[in-house]
Each structure stands twice: as C-alpha cells, then as structure tokens.
C-alpha cells in the first residue's frame, strides 16, 4: 500500500513538472493556484518574446550556442522548433542584440526552472498533507 | 490586421539595431522586472494585488540599487588604477 501511494507520488510529481515545462505556469494552473499561473505565464513569456524581438531566432542556436540553448529549452520544448529552424547559424546575429537577446530567452527559461521546482515543491506538500504524512 | 501580423512574425528573423552606449544598459530593467514579479510570484503564499505588487516593487528597487552600487564601485576602482 505504501509502496503504490509513493509511486502514485512520483508520478503526480512528474506530471506537474512536465506540465509546467510544457506551459509556464501550467503546473500551477493545475494546483489551482491560477493568480500564479497566471503572472507566471505571462512574465515568462514577455521575458522571452522580448529576447526573441531583440536578437531575432538567431539567438536560438543549438549548434554554434549549447551552453545558451541549455538554459532556453527550459522555457518550454517548442524552443526547440525554433532550434530547429535556426541552428548553425541560418539567421547571423552579432554583438549587443544578439547578448542582450540570449540572455532574455536563458533568464526567462532559468525563471521556468525555478517555477517548476517550486510546482512540484508545492505538489509535494499537498500531496503529503492529503495522505496525513 | 494579417499585414500587420506577417510583419511582426518577420521581424522576428532580423535582430533590432542596439548600439553600445551607455543607454544600452537600460535593457536590463525590463529583465530585472521580470525577475522580482517571477520570484515573487513563487514566494508569497497567498498572492494578493496590493502586496504582490509592494513586494515586487521592492525587490525590484533593491536589485537595481545593488546594480548602481556595483557600478560605482568598479568605477572608482577603474579610476584608482588609471590614475
């Protein structure tokens, strides 16, 4: 029975993880925590919209930029369309717009980061209260 | 209203002319906006427009506030070595 109740846990925890990743703010649309998501949401997605209209695609580079796209993916897993359209330099950006635009798109996917450790975190403790542990 | 849309998607693809002047900085307040409201937004346990709003007012003047204090520092220091 133990057993069961914390791979039920694991999975539950799993789920709003990936929820979160897939949409900022969706793991905690799901929690019912919706002012949250909401203000999440929209932050993330300005924060990294903004980065995109400053450094265009370019600045999504999984190619010649890993370190960069390593933090951008965790925007959300579409990033890596956008990857897809402008590795190995398709779309050339240099200097202030291109630094400026990679760390909008990198600060708002480490935000993601934050916010879907804090979902599942608050997941967790719910979780933990409803079943009296 | 299409028109208006292909040109946002398009300018999508070319970057925005940013020069290195000293106004360039600038940039880093809309990001450093997005980062008290995000935190914030994990942080208070009960979101409410009036504190949600102070708190990241807050957080948002002491960020830029350690920013100004850095840069001040590294100019003097800038200037102590020059001099």
Known sequence: ?133 | MFTEVVFFIASLTAPEEIGTSPQSMLWLLPLSAAIAVVYKATKLPKITAVSFLKESAVLFGSIILFVVITALVLHVVAWLISW
């Open chain 1, 1 to 133: 029975m133990t057993a069961r109740l914390r791979e039920n846990q694991i999975v539950l925890l799993i789920f709003v993880a990936l929820l979160s990743w897939f949409v900022p703010g969706a793991g905690y649309f799901w929690l019912k925590e919706k002012k949250r998501a909401i203000i999440v949401f929209t932050a993330i997605a300005i924060t990294f919209w903004l980065g995109i209209y400053i450094g265009s695609i370019g600045v999504i580079d999984p190619v010649l930029a890993k370190t960069w796209y390593a933090a951008q993916i965790i925007n959300s897993p579409m990033v890596a369309l956008l990857g897809y359209v402008s590795a190995g330099g398709n779309f050339p950006v240099y200097g202030k717009p291109n630094e400026i635009g990679q760390i909008y798109t990198s600060v708002s996917g480490l935000l993601n980061l934050l916010c879907i450790v804090n979902a599942v975190h608050l997941a967790h403790v719910r979780w933990a209260r409803q079943s009296g542990g």
